[in-house]
Nanobody, 121 residues
Framework: VQLQASGGGVVQAGGSLRLSCEASGSFARLNTTGWHRQVPGKPRELVARITNTGNTNYEDSVKGRFTISRDNAKNTVYLQMNSLEPEDTGVYSC????????????????WGKGTQVTVSS
């Protein structure tokens, strides 16, 4: 199973970006999937998370600006980021609980490589 994150880039403050996290390989389904942000010198933090039933959680600083969503048919989770601020700058990585196929249906944790988001003031 591989997670591929994409959609990062350089944007001015107030702009928008949409990140995608696509899972590929052999598995039954994605369970909870989250986006995390890493800034040099700081611990990695959870930005947003979505369960397989669509329940969402957000870090306080992004509430009202970021929206996490998923397309189960495409095994993809999105992070729509609006009203971006310089403080949103960082490497964004996705993490997913993946349920393997039969016969065991084991749940395993996967991380994708990050995508850089840079917000200029």
């Amino acid at each position: 199973v591989q997670l591929q994150a994409s959609g990062g880039g350089v944007v001015q403050a107030g702009g928008s970006l949409r990140l995608s996290c696509e899972a590929s390989g052999s598995f039954a389904r994605l369970n909870t999937t989250g986006w995390h942000r890493q800034v040099p010198g700081k611990p990695r933090e959870l930005v947003a998370r979505i369960t397989n039933t669509g329940n969402t959680n957000y870090e306080d600083s992004v509430k009202g600006r970021f929206t996490i969503s998923r397309d189960n048919a495409k095994n993809t989770v999105y992070l729509q980021m609006n009203s971006l601020e310089p403080e949103d700058t960082g490497v964004y990585s996705c993490n997913a609980e993946v349920v393997s196929g039969p016969p065991y249906y084991m749940m395993m944790d996967y991380w994708g490589k990050g995508t850089q988001v840079t917000v200029s003031s």
